[in-house]
């Protein structure tokens, strides 16, 4: 099984991205599909997540600008990043859960101020 994240840049502040993590291989029926996020010197946080039955969650720090949504039939999750800060500057990974826990190798989004 293997994740594949795409959608990463550089933007200015205000701007927008989509990111999007593909999953390939015998990965099971899905449950948790979620982003994760990590700036240097600091620790991965969970930005948002996407359960089977849709239920979100959002960290507060993105909630109202960042959606997460998942194709079943693609195993395939999006975050769509919008009303982008500086702050939101990280490494982003996807996260997806089926009977083990798998990882994407990590998009960088720089937010320029």
């Known amino acids: 099984v293997q994740l594949q994240a795409s959608g990463g840049g550089l933007v200015q502040a205000g701007g927008s991205l989509r990111l999007s993590c593909a999953a390939s291989?015998?990965?099971?029926?899905?449950?948790?599909m979620a982003w994760y996020r990590q700036a240097p010197g600091k620790q991965r946080d969970l930005v948002a997540s996407i359960t089977s039955g849709g239920t979100t969650y959002y960290a507060d720090s993105v909630k109202g600008r960042f959606t997460i949504s998942r194709d079943n039939a693609k195993s395939t999750v999006y975050l769509q990043m919008n009303s982008l800060k500086p702050e939101d500057t990280a490494v982003y990974y996807c996260n997806i859960i089926s009977w083990r826990s798998y990882w994407g190798q990590g998009t960088q989004v720089t937010v320029s101020s």
């Open positions: 291989g015998s990965i099971g029926s899905i449950n948790r």
